[in-house]
């Protein structure tokens, strides 16, 4: 295998799980108006504009951003159900890897076995 298709491989790998987490993370932020709207969810002004900040900093793909803003969450109200799954998708997003080193080497591993 050469080194365009093992970064091939790699971004084709990296795309999936991006679409999925995309999916998710649309499916939850419909949730949580769903459910606010629905007077299900009661949430503060402040973590509104937290929730704001949090969705802002999984789109820039900014990770302070996102710590800061799911520790904001926290610290002004009550968190769970689709809060909680949203804070949890965030900081998925902030610890993914982007890196394609880790995955290439991997996938010459692999090669030469």
Known sequence: MTAD?????????LDKR????ETALNQ???DIYRYYDSGCLN????QWQDIIVLVGGIV???????HEASDSVYADGKVSGS???LIKLAKHFASLDFSETPL???EAKACHK
């Open 5 to 13: 298709e093992m970064i091939n491989r790699y971004l084709q790998s």
């Open 18 to 21: 991006l679409r999925a987490y």
């Open 28 to 30: 939850t932020v419909a």
């Open 43 to 46: 949430v503060t002004e402040s």
């Open 60 to 66: 820039q793909a900014n990770t302070r951003m996102i």
């Open 83 to 85: 809060l909680l799954k």
């Open 104 to 106: 290439i080497k991997q």
